[in-house]
DNA sequence: AGCTGATTGATATAATATATCATCTCAAAG
DNA sequence: CTTTGAGATGATATATTATATCAATCAGCT
């Protein structure tokens, strides 16, 4: 990620953002990181990532399937799910448990603990970091004896663009 | 809930614990909270109850499913769905996203905002209220212009039982 | 060209969850 | 005691999300 500049869009950015900056920014920084560790980048790969690119909303796997029918052969159930696992171990796309849901990711240098914000009527998702909640989870592990592997966190609701209009 | 006794045991509690203490706790409970609420603890719905109750452990719907069949007619998918609607709206029960796994709720008054934090290997789930965070996630959601409805925290990995085996 | 491992296609199926309408039950009203 | 009506359950079908398996293809290397 040396030279590709950060993705400077705020979480849920003005409607009238210049989204095609974050776009380029997503499908850019998979490019490099395939580049950086000798993996493939592959039509398809690259054709699920342009779509989840397309807004910050996130989108079922079958929307997903969808829309790749309109513009090519309608591929298998598989091939969408095994992009998708390739996109999120690449650190590119996030899944929302909360509805099965998938969105590409406009941040870098992820800690461990997200928080990811949804809102319900427009279905745009921000991330943040909270240092407060990031050391906050330790402490209590620790007291629970609890060896940490995974942290969820979804916040569901409105966002202001939804609230204000 | 004035004269039921608080369910006191630890999260993790230890396995050789008094857990017909925590089961006559989980199922009164929910009988009391009918009562107060004027509606109707069913047999079905005090079976998947009592087998959610039967230890810390969260199950999947159809597991509940097959465990009512061993003593049961076979009840179809939507009988268990149902009851595990109720038993969450009531709030003795809860669903883990993560897994897509339901557990009996050891706690009274909860805030809005729970850590979840569910073992892998044994499947046993520990519920916290960190105030700290309860602090930390509406001042967030200020800064987002974010109306907050609902929050999932579930911390996955592994608890002091199960890694001291 | 031939080899090898990664990727994709094809097919089937698993796992989770809901929709719909008919029937039954129970408690309250008459 | 019967009626009645809302809530609960049964029955059936189907929707939604996700994975397993094996064959075919492709890309990069020798
Ligand atoms: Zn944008
Ligand atoms: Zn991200
Ligand atoms: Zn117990
Ligand atoms: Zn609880």
């Known amino acids: 990620m040396a030279h590709l500049p950060r993705c400077d869009s705020p979480p849920f950015p003005a409607v009238d953002h210049d989204h095609g900056r974050c776009r380029s920014w997503i ?11 000798g993996i493939r980048f592959t039509p398809q790969r690259q054709q699920v990532l ?15 399937l969808e829309r790749m029918a309109e513009s090519t052969r309608r591929p298998t159930p598989a091939a969408v799910y095994r992009a998708l696992a390739f996109l999120m171990e690449l650190g590119v796309v996030h899944r929302m448990s909360g509805n099965n849901a998938y969105f590409a990711c406009t941040r870098t240098n992820h800690q461990h603990i997200m928080q990811f914000w949804i809102c319900r009527r ?35 609701g409105e966002c202001r663009t939804c609230r204000t209009a």
Not at 32 to 37: I, S, V
Not at 53 to 59: I, K, N, T, V
Not at 134 to 146: C, G, H, N
């Open 27 to 37: 499908l850019q920084r998979a490019e490099q990181l395939c580049q950086q560790q």
């Open 122 to 156: 427009c279905g745009v998702v921000a991330e943040t970091e909270s240092s407060t909640i990031a050391q906050a989870i330790p402490l209590l592990a620790e007291t629970l004896e609890f060896q940490t592997a995974w942290v969820t966190m979804e916040i569901e």
């Open 50 to 64: 342009a779509i989840l690119s397309a807004s910050h909303r996130s989108l079922g796997a079958y929307d997903i």
